[in-house]
């Protein structure tokens, strides 16, 4: 068997002059908080449809995503790297006791 995976390394580097430096150089991060799901085509993972919702936020000015809830999809994620979005990748939204506790 055999995969194969893109990958990147980076650095990242906090500074109280700077603010957030990737690779170096300052960026602010531009974005928003998005769901696992797509819309009327509920939460299955379709290739297209997860790049043109990554298009869409990039075309918008975004450069960075929150992910919440629920883990997204390695589609979305892989969309993400080729088209240059920063992901905070949150994979529970309750911690230590239910949102009913």
């Given at each position: ?6 990958f990147g390394v980076r650095t990242v580097h ?42 869409i936020l990039k075309a918008n000015g975004y ?14 994620l892989q969309a993400c790297d080729r088209i ?18």
């Open positions: 068997d055999e995969i194969e995976e893109l906090l500074s109280a002059e700077q603010g957030f430096l990737l690779n170096g150089k300052s960026v602010k991060l531009r974005g928003g908080c998005v769901h696992h799901d797509n819309g009327p085509l509920g939460s299955v993972a379709i290739t297209r449809a997860e790049i043109r919702r990554v298009e450069n960075a995503v929150r992910t919440s809830h629920n883990p997204v999809s390695a589609e979305f240059g979005m920063l992901v905070m990748d949150e994979a529970f939204d309750c911690w230590e006791g239910g949102k009913n506790a």
